[in-house]
């Protein structure tokens, strides 16, 4: 027995809906307007476009945080890439709330220009060596000896 016709395009509207309703909150997580800390809070089945949004998804929409750093912080934090964020446990939910809250930390310091410096030149040598007197390729002198 086939469905009647009317619920098909209803359903099809509803899903268009739901899925927009997700892709707004992911761009306001993207924007900075709302905090994932925020989405994660607010993803109750009174919000169903939060409580049914990916975990996967809610991280990525994170800016800086692209596929292979989510999928790195979904395991370290033990959910599935599946998971909804109206579907998580007490203690994932207890991980990715604390999680949250160490990046929107990392995030604020960042802002208020508190940046941790970080010495990757080694001393300020830039001639294209390793420190050895030698090249990159390992053949010749870097500084023409």
Known sequence: M?????????????AVAARRARAEVKRQVASGDRTAS???????????????????????????LGP????????????????????????QKERLRAFLVERQQLVDRHRAGERA????????DHDGS?????SADGDQPASGE
Do not use: Y
Not at 38 to 64: F, G, H, K, Q, Y
Not at 130 to 134: K, P, Q, T
């Open 117 to 124: 410096t970080v010495n990757a030149g080694g001393g300020g």
């Open 68 to 91: 292979t750093r989510t999928a790195r912080i979904m395991t370290d934090l033990g959910i599935a890439q599946s998971k909804r964020v109206g579907g998580l446990g007490v203690h």
């Open 38 to 64: 925020e989405v994660l809070d607010a993803a109750t089945a009174e919000n169903p476009a939060e409580a049914t949004l990916r975990v996967s998804e809610l991280i990525a929409s994170i800016p800086w």
């Open 130 to 134: 390793d420190g050895s007197g030698r």
């Open 2 to 14: 086939k469905p009647p016709e009317v619920d098909r395009i209803a359903g099809s509207r509803a």
